[in-house]
């Protein structure tokens, strides 16, 4: 099956966050400040076809 969409998952923890691009299953880890966020978003800029980005909190900290 051809994809024309990507989705990027993103899990968000105090000190970092984690991603994944779907269809590739590309991975990458960020450090949560601000050099780390700039990072991803040179990251996610260069990408096209970006249908949705998707946020989910490390369950420990879901709970503060």
């Given at each position: 099956m051809t994809y024309?969409?990507?989705?990027v998952g993103i899990d968000i923890?105090?000190?970092?966050?984690?991603?994944?691009?779907?269809?590739?299953?590309r991975m990458a880890s960020f450090a949560n400040t601000a050099a780390g966020i700039?990072?991803?978003?040179?990251?996610?800029?260069?990408l096209s076809g970006i249908e949705r980005l998707v946020l989910g909190t490390h369950p420990r900290w879901a709970a503060l």
């Amino acid at each position: 099956m051809t994809y024309t969409s990507r989705f990027v998952g993103i899990d968000i923890s105090k000190s970092s966050f984690d991603i994944c691009i779907l269809p590739e299953g590309r991975m990458a880890s960020f450090a949560n400040t601000a050099a780390g966020i700039a990072a991803f978003i040179a990251l996610v800029a260069r990408l096209s076809g970006i249908e949705r980005l998707v946020l989910g909190t490390h369950p420990r900290w879901a709970a503060l």
